[in-house]
Each structure stands twice: as structure tokens, then as C-alpha cells.
């Protein structure tokens, strides 16, 4: 992933572990629930 990477270079002294916990939870539901239908359906359209 890039955004510990990403928090390293802004934020060097922040722990990273935090962060990736705290966006995990986020997108694993998002990706779930919405999306997978809307990548299926632009994998469709093409």
C-alpha cells in the first residue's frame, strides 16, 4: 500500500501501524459492499 509510505515522507515520526490500522477498516467494507459491483460493471462495459 502507499499511504504508509506516503505518511513516512509527511509525518516521520508518527507510528505507522496506526494509520494502515485505521484505513483498513474503512476500505475493506467499501470494497465489499460497492466496490466490487461497480468494478464489475466497468469490467462489462469494455
Known amino acids: 500500500m502507499g ?3 506516503a ?3 509527511k509525518a516521520p515520526n ?3 501501524r496506526l494509520y494502515t ?4 477498516p474503512i476500505t ?3 470494497n465489499s459492499t460497492l ?5 464489475l460493471f466497468i469490467i462489462q462495459s469494455f
Open 21 to 24: 490500522q485505521i484505513a483498513m
Open 14 to 16: 508518527v507510528n505507522s
Open 35 to 39: 466496490g466490487k459491483p461497480i468494478y
Open 7 to 9: 505518511m513516512r515522507c
Open 28 to 30: 475493506l467494507p467499501f
Open 3 to 5: 499511504s504508509p509510505t
